[in-house]
């Protein structure tokens, strides 16, 4: 059942990500819930689990999003197996930790997203570039504990 109600809030979230959280950009970035969602899979979830709901939300993001079908779908799935190792090695069970890792892979995914599409043709000036990648990764970052004791409250 705690599956279940997880896909509908992958499912709640693209539709947050794509509709809602426009009206709430700051500096024109807006928090990257479903990378959250990917994170919060990946630490509560085994691994098949955690790799499918990755995956779903790689899906939704490519499908409800501007980005080429594919970046986000690889990215997440990338980035599931990187923190389900990383919990093998690492406790993960402070907030502190947990949101430096939320930190750390919002601005690598927001950096890796950039560079395909800057090889892909399009030009973003450095500045612009790198203001972007840092302010979605803190604001991801900030609205974390939010988001996690919302899914946490439900599962």
Not at 12 to 37: C, H
Not at 42 to 57: E, Q, R, V
Not at 89 to 118: E, P
């Amino acid at each position: 059942m705690k599956r279940a109600y997880f896909l509908l809030i992958l499912i709640a979230f693209g539709l947050l990500q794509s509709t809602l959280l426009n009206y709430l950009r700051v500096f024109g970035v807006k928090p990257d819930i479903l990378l959250i969602s990917v994170v919060i899979a990946s630490l509560y979830f085994d691994w098949g689990w955690g790799l499918f709901f990755s995956i779903s939300a790689g899906l939704i993001k490519d499908i409800l999003g501007v980005y080429p079908l594919g970046i986000n779908t690889a990215l997440f799935t990338i980035w599931s197996i990187v923190i389900m190792q990383l919990v093998k090695k690492i406790n993960l069970d402070y907030r502190g930790i947990r949101t430096l890792l939320i930190f750390t892979v919002a601005i690598l995914n927001d950096i890796i997203t950039s560079l395909i599409l800057i090889s892909g043709g399009s030009f973003v000036p450095l500045w612009i570039f790198l203001r972007i990648s840092l302010l979605s990764a803190v604001y991801t970052a900030s609205v974390w504990p939010l988001i996690f004791k919302a899914v946490k409250s439900v599962l």
